[in-house]
């Protein structure tokens, strides 16, 4: 018999989100594109009189908003898409919070000599239009606010349609922190209903001078098309390979930690992996001590079925299960198990291989040599550029398939997601801007040089 009570509580608190995103008095959020971009338009006026230090004082707010709220967005989010795993988006929301960098990303330099004296500054670009996705919706959002902010630009946000709701969420807390901190109202707006019309709006609108989006190659050719200066983030399809000399117990450990990252969302996580014949026992037997489920035979080609769609000889994702927990392609098979990550063997053409899938589930090929996996991989990345990983303690072979796959964000040793500052050094991102080549985007990225010169005087020496 069915649990009143529970029953009772998933009630209330659906409703209770409801109403958060439905509210009409979220900050910065519109009815129409128009009206956003004349909001925004007036607030960039005002913001070109803010000092750097009044922008750090905004950024620091929204890094305190996020941190606090951060459980909630993720709950949200959860809740909206039906994608990803609410434990690992609150760790995203913490890292967005913490390692994205602000002002200080902001190097100016300074060439002195006998003809005096010229400085170089990182100027914001104005009013920026960014796309978001739904795979990493509010962390988007608040990423891009605080390095577009911290560059002096004001944001125009168009969110993926199936994420409207907890994207403007997160425009309403980015706008919250920066009220709170005495900045001015409307510096980041959205719309209540994003569509391909409001998105096209942005993009030809003269009040807004930079593009950025996070998507497919189709938004990114979009953008690039546009005529004005463009960051684009797109697709990826990462491999990774074990070979013969790595720490074998902690790559199966890193790998199932990678790959099963918020159900495979990230567009960095492991999505096949090419292992050496010598030791493919051996991982594949740690992943299953590390949580991860070995599907096979039959079940594999069931497994296709469920996860992909075959149209004139081509396979794509079935979209309704992209980013669902491990456990329910399973049950769907009518296995009763909860692991992490599914793992199954597959030969290199296999489209598990060749489809970026963005779900729970990892590819393994078994090859002869170093050589036959970086090939076998750098053909899976299908030249997106986007990020590699290895596994291994020979520098040559790091070498070699870091020169031949050509990826921005390449991960030697560790889980996927150090690549963007999480066990990792460095600075995160959610717009990693590969086909454009900022790379892991900041605040510098939103910006563009503006040069002072002053011929003789202004020497001491």
């Given at each position: 018999?069915?649990?009143?009570?529970?029953?009772?509580?998933?009630?209330?608190?659906?409703?209770?989100?409801?109403?958060?995103?439905?509210?009409?008095?979220?900050?910065?959020?519109?009815?129409?594109?128009?009206?956003?971009?004349?909001?925004v338009?007036?607030?960039y006026?005002?913001?070109?009189?803010?000092?750097?230090?009044?922008?750090?004082?905004?950024?620091?707010?929204?890094?305190?908003?996020?941190?606090?709220?951060?459980?909630?967005?993720?709950?949200?989010?959860?809740?909206?898409?039906?994608?990803?795993?609410?434990?690992?988006?609150?760790?995203?929301?913490?890292?967005?919070?913490?390692?994205?960098?602000?002002?200080?990303?902001?190097?100016?330099?300074?060439?002195?000599?006998?003809?005096?004296?010229?400085?170089?500054?990182?100027?914001?670009?104005?009013?920026?239009?960014?796309?978001?996705?739904?795979?990493?919706?509010?962390?988007?959002?608040?990423?891009?606010?605080?390095?577009?902010?911290?560059?002096?630009?004001?944001?125009?946000?168009?969110?993926?349609?199936?994420?409207k709701?907890?994207?403007n969420?997160?425009?309403?807390?980015?706008?919250?922190?920066?009220?709170?901190?005495?900045?001015?109202?409307?510096?980041?707006?959205?719309?209540?209903n994003?569509?391909?019309?409001?998105?096209?709006?942005?993009?030809?609108?003269?009040?807004?001078?930079?593009?950025?989006?996070?998507?497919?190659?189709g938004?990114?050719?979009?953008?690039?098309s546009?005529?004005?200066?463009a960051?684009?983030?797109?697709?990826?399809?990462?491999?990774?390979?074990?070979?013969?000399?790595?720490?074998i117990?902690?790559?199966?450990?890193?790998?199932?930690?990678?790959?099963?990252?918020d159900?495979?969302?990230?567009?960095?996580?492991?999505?096949?992996?090419?292992?050496?014949?010598?030791?493919?026992?051996?991982?594949?037997?740690?992943?299953?001590?590390?949580?991860?489920?070995?599907?096979?035979?039959?079940?594999?080609?069931?497994?296709?079925?469920?996860?992909?769609?075959?149209?004139?000889?081509?396979?794509?994702?079935?979209?309704?299960?992209?980013?669902?927990?491990?456990?329910?392609?399973?049950?769907?098979?009518?296995?009763?198990?909860?692991?992490?990550?599914i793992?199954?063997?597959t030969d290199?053409?296999?489209?598990?291989?060749?489809v970026?899938?963005?779900?729970?589930i990892?590819?393994?090929?078994?090859?002869?040599?170093?050589?036959?996996?970086?090939?076998?991989?750098?053909?899976?990345?299908?030249?997106?550029?986007?990020?590699?990983?290895?596994?291994?303690?020979?520098?040559?072979?790091?070498?070699?398939?870091?020169?031949?796959?050509?990826?921005?964000?390449?991960?030697?040793?560790?889980?996927?997601?150090?690549?963007?500052?999480?066990?990792?050094?460095?600075?995160?991102?959610?717009?990693i801007?590969?086909?454009?080549?900022?790379?892991?985007?900041?605040?510098?990225s939103?910006?563009?040089q503006?040069?002072?010169?002053?011929?003789?005087?202004?020497?001491?020496?």
């Open positions: 018999m069915v649990d009143e009570k529970y029953i009772s509580r998933i009630v209330e608190s659906v409703i209770q989100n409801i109403d958060v995103v439905a509210d009409k008095n979220l900050k910065g959020v519109f009815d129409t594109m128009e009206e956003a971009l004349e909001a338009s007036k607030a006026v005002q913001y070109k009189s803010y000092t750097v230090e009044q922008r750090e004082k905004m950024i620091a707010e929204i890094r305190r908003l996020t941190l606090e709220e951060a459980e909630e967005m993720a709950k949200l989010g959860v809740e909206e898409t039906g994608m990803g795993r609410v434990s690992d988006k609150i760790i995203k929301h913490q890292l967005v919070a913490n390692k994205t960098p602000g002002t200080e990303d902001l190097e100016p330099k300074v060439k002195t000599g006998d003809q005096g004296l010229t400085l170089v500054e990182m100027a914001p670009f104005g009013v920026i239009g960014s796309i978001t996705p739904s795979t990493n919706p509010s962390e988007t959002v608040i990423c891009n606010s605080i390095g577009m902010i911290a560059g002096g630009n004001a944001v125009v946000f168009n969110p993926h349609p199936n994420a709701n907890i994207a969420y997160a425009v309403d807390l980015v706008n919250r922190g920066i009220l709170a901190a005495g900045g001015p109202e409307n510096l980041v707006v959205s719309v209540k994003p569509t391909m019309e409001t998105s096209n709006i942005m993009v030809k609108s003269p009040l807004v001078r930079m593009l950025v989006a996070t998507g497919g190659p938004v990114v050719k979009m953008l690039l546009s005529g004005k200066k960051i684009g983030a797109g697709a990826g399809n990462p491999p990774v390979i074990v070979d013969d000399t790595a720490d117990e902690k790559a199966a450990s890193d790998i199932v930690k990678g790959s099963s990252f159900n495979n969302l990230p567009c960095i996580a492991e999505k096949e992996c090419f292992v050496l014949n010598s030791v493919a026992d051996e991982l594949i037997a740690g992943m299953q001590k590390s949580g991860a489920y070995l599907l096979k035979g039959a079940d594999v080609d069931r497994l296709l079925k469920v996860a992909l769609v075959e149209k004139d000889g081509k396979f794509g994702i079935n979209k309704k299960w992209v980013g669902k927990d491990a456990r329910l392609f399973l049950k769907e098979l009518g296995i009763d198990a909860d692991p992490r990550l793992i199954c063997e290199e053409m296999h489209p598990f291989v060749q970026e899938m963005m779900m729970p990892l590819p393994i090929v078994r090859v002869a040599n170093i050589e036959d996996a970086i090939m076998m991989a750098v053909k899976a990345e299908h030249g997106n550029r986007h990020s590699a990983h290895i596994h291994s303690k020979n520098v040559d072979r790091l070498t070699a398939f870091a020169r031949a796959v050509e990826t921005t964000i390449f991960v030697k040793n560790a889980p996927s997601y150090a690549g963007i500052g999480a066990g990792g050094e460095g600075h995160t991102t959610f717009t801007a590969g086909p454009t080549g900022e790379g892991l985007t900041s605040a510098r939103f910006t563009r503006r040069r002072c010169v002053m011929a003789d005087g202004l020497h001491i020496v």
